[in-house]
C-alpha cells in the first residue's frame, strides 16, 4: 500500500491497493467516504466474477468517484459474459446490475438443469453497448522482440499410464451414463493433468509422485542452456514445483519459487537464482519476468486468463532479447487437447469432454 498525502491539507492523494485488502474493513468504509476523483482498476479481468467481493465493492467504490478506468488485457479470459463485472464497475447503466438478466439477454443456456452456458447470442448488440467506453490497443503498439513457441513431446511411463488410463475410463463411463458434464468433471479432468505430471493423488493434500518424463525432459532443457541462463518454469500443481526444483538441482542451477506458499520473485529478480518455478494461478498476472528469455509450461491448467497473463510475463515491455517458450506435453495425453485450446482461445473443459465422449 502506497499513499501520498497532500501537503497543505495532510489528506491522502493517492492510494495504490491490491485486491485482497480494498474490501476489507476498516480500509473499505475509509475509502467509500474519502471522495477520491478517480478509481483505477489495473489488470482489471480480476474483478469478472459478478459474485467476487472485490468486484462487488469495486462496483460500489466506482459510484463515489467522478473518473473510473480498467485496463487488461484479457477483459474476456472465458466468455463474452466476463465483462459483466468489469462494465458494472465503469458504468452500472449499460447492462445493468443483474447478472441473471445479462447472462439471459447473451448467453444460450441448456445442459444440465438448463442452467449451463452452452452459447452465446446478440453478441453485435453487446458489442454495441460497450464500444463507446472501450479501447483497444494492439500489441503492435509495443516495439518487443519476437517470441516462437516450441513443443517438447514425452512419453508416460508404464505405472503414470495406467492410472491416466484408468480415470480416462472412469470419465468416459460416466460421459456414457451421461452422469458428468462440464461443471462437475473439472476434478477428475484435473487429475489426469496432475498425472501427465506425474503426481498420482493420495488424497485431498497429498500426492505419489510415479514419473520423472516431465523432469527428465526440463532437465535437458536446462542442460541446452548456457549456464546461469535465468529460466522461468510455469506449472499448475505442486509437484511441478518440486520437479523445477529437482531438475535444477542435478542441472547444478540454483532455483527459487513464486507460488501460494512462497514468494521468491524479488530474490530471483535480484539474481539470487538462475530458475524461478512460478505456480500459475500465483505469478500469472501482475509480475515482471523480463529478466529472463525462456519459459517453459510443464502444466498450465485450464484458466485460458491465467494462461495468457503468464504469456505476457517475459514477452512484455523491458524484455530486450527474443523470447523462446517450451511446452512440455505428454503424448497422447489431455496435454494436447489443453494446449490446443488454450492457443485458440477455447473452452478448455469443453474440448476435452469433446475428446472423450464416445
Not at 498450465?300 to 517475459?314: E, H, I
Not at 492457443?343 to 476435452?352: G, L, P, S, T
Request: charged share 25%.
Amino acid at each position: 500500500q502506497v499513499i501520498l498525502e497532500s501537503r497543505t491539507s495532510g489528506r491522502p492523494i493517492m492510494l495504490t491497493i491490491n485486491f485482497e485488502s480494498v474490501w476489507r474493513e476498516p480500509l473499505a468504509s475509509y475509502l467509500r467516504k474519502a471522495g477520491f476523483e478517480a478509481v483505477i482498476v489495473d489488470e482489471a479481468h480480476r474483478i469478472k466474477s459478478p459474485r467476487g467481493v472485490a468486484s462487488k465493492y469495486l462496483a460500489k467504490l466506482g459510484r463515489t468517484a467522478e473518473f473510473r478506468l480498467a485496463l487488461t488485457g484479457t477483459p474476456m479470459p472465458s466468455g463474452p459474459l466476463d465483462v459483466f463485472g468489469l462494465m458494472r464497475y465503469l458504468s452500472p447503466d449499460v447492462f445493468g446490475q443483474s447478472f441473471v438478466r445479462f447472462r439471459n439477454r447473451y448467453a444460450k443456456l441448456g445442459g444440465f438443469g438448463g442452467k449451463e452456458v452452452v452459447g452465446f447470442r446478440n453478441l453485435e448488440e453487446l458489442t454495441a453497448k460497450m464500444s463507446p467506453l472501450t479501447f483497444q490497443v494492439g500489441r503492435e503498439v509495443l516495439d518487443l522482440p519476437s517470441a516462437t513457441h516450441n513443443i517438447r513431446h514425452v512419453e508416460l511411463g508404464k505405472e503414470a499410464l495406467k492410472a491416466y488410463n484408468a480415470v480416462k475410463a472412469g470419465i468416459v463411463a460416466e460421459l456414457e451414463d451421461g452422469e458428468i458434464t462440464a461443471s462437475n468433471a473439472l476434478v477428475q479432468l484435473l487429475r489426469m493433468q496432475q498425472l501427465t505430471s506425474g503426481y498420482a493423488a493420495l488424497d485431498e493434500q497429498d500426492t505419489k509422485q510415479i514419473d520423472t518424463a516431465k523432469r527428465d525432459e526440463l532437465l535437458e532443457l536446462f542442460n541446452s542452456m548456457e549456464p546461469g541462463e535465468p529460466v522461468v518454469v510455469f506449472g499448475q500443481f505442486r509437484g511441478d514445483m518440486q520437479t523445477v526444483h529437482e531438475a535444477a538441482e542435478a542441472a547444478g542451477r540454483s532455483s527459487l519459487e513464486l507460488s501460494g506458499k512462497r514468494r521468491e520473485m524479488q530474490e530471483w529478480k535480484d539474481g539470487g537464482a538462475d530458475v524461478l518455478a512460478v505456480q500459475i494461478a500465483s505469478g500469472g498476472a501482475g509480475v515482471d519476468l523480463t529478466r529472463a528469455r525462456y519459459c517453459v509450461y510443464l502444466s498450465t491448467g485450464f484458466n485460458l486468463g491465467n494462461y495468457v497473463q503468464s504469456l505476457a510475463r517475459c514477452h512484455r515491455p523491458g524484455q530486450t532479447k527474443p523470447v523462446s517458450y517450451y511446452h512440455i506435453l505428454a503424448r497422447g495425453s489431455i496435454d494436447e487437447t489443453v494446449h490446443h485450446a488454450l492457443r485458440h482461445k477455447q473452452n478448455v473443459v469443453d474440448a476435452i469432454l469433446a475428446t472423450l465422449t464416445p
